[in-house]
């Protein structure tokens, strides 16, 4: 990841939030996007040539913010640009989980890996992709574009673009999908 690239990444996630433009402010008051900017801090100072020793204060950093909000997103995701946490705690994201552009997570969401049985891997998920609190998505499926997760939803089985999902195990409500809940996009 180029300087470049990481200041793109960083000010799309910014815009989510309040429209951009308050760096400062946004950073010391909103732990979602504090946890994000050193997840995106991180994965830039990983792949660049950075001397060792502020790689490492780097990722000291990163695993204390992490302990301090209960966000675990590994370091290894695949985290489109404009990604929104909208409530922190007990965020659990899996390491080769791919998380498209403009996504709202919730608190208590886990994206995770299954082991066995046909849907072993790990989630896709669309682009403006709104997930509720609670929810968990296991497996390798795919959520599709414009989809919302309702709270406490388990998802086990592919989601179609513009579906809204809920209940355990995960049914189709309604094609309204995430219209509303997605805001401030980039």
Known sequence: MTFKEFRNLYRSDLFRYFGGGRFFYT????????????L????????????????????????HIEHRYGIMISRHAQIGKGFYIGHYGTIVVSSKAVIGCNVNISHGVTIGVSNRGNNAGVPTIGDYVYI???????????VGNHAAIGANAVVTKDVPDNACVGGVP???????GSAGYVNRTV
């Open 40 to 63: 995106r801090l991180y994965q830039y100072a990983a792949s660049s040539k950075i001397f060792f020793p502020i790689k490492a204060i780097v990722l000291l950093n990163l695993k």
């Open 27 to 38: 950073y010391f008051t909103v732990p979602g996007f504090k946890y994000t900017f050193n």
């Open 132 to 142: 509720g609190p609670g929810a968990k998505i296991i497996g390798n499926i795919h």
């Open 170 to 176: 995960a049914k189709i409500l309604n094609m309204e």
